[in-house]
């Protein structure tokens, strides 16, 4: 997908392109597209990011004396999807129940249930038995005085 653009400068030397929202997903890599980048023949693999509400394509000082640009210039860009970029792993958890943690040094979520299951025995017992000052259990009827 070819586009004309403009690189803009923010800061001191942090520069980059910002990306026609339809191109991107022209791309179809989501809202971080792996990317190979042509410029002025120039080519390098970089990542296209949703940044401040737009997409953008940073160009480091490397790629941009590569391609003989600099900050202000106008170029035609060329982007293709990067078909060598590893496969992400989404960070969204599927659609199921409640994630569970272990917070005391569980190995696996077994023996996280092994430990909820236990601890909810404990706690009815507790409630069928009251429990002293001192944390000695006080059996309750008639026939223990």
Do not use: W
């Amino acid at each position: 997908m070819k586009f004309k653009a403009t690189i803009l400068l923010s800061g001191k030397t942090a520069t980059g392109i910002e990306v026609p929202e339809h191109i991107v997903e022209g791309l179809g890599g989501g809202r971080r597209a792996a990317v190979n980048v042509t410029i002025n023949g120039y080519r390098y693999r970089s990542t296209v990011a949703a940044m401040g509400g737009v997409f953008m394509l940073p160009i480091s000082a490397e790629h941009r004396a590569g391609a003989g640009v600099n900050a202000g210039d106008s170029v035609l860009v060329t982007l293709t999807p990067d078909a060598a970029a590893p496969h992400r792993q989404s960070h969204r958890r599927p659609a199921r129940g409640p994630r569970l943690s272990c917070r005391r040094g569980c190995r696996s979520l077994n023996e996280l249930s092994r430990r909820a299951l236990v601890a909810d025995h404990v706690s009815v017992a507790q409630a069928d038995h009251p429990v002293g000052a001192r944390g000695e259990v006080q059996i309750v009827g008639d026939d223990h005085e």
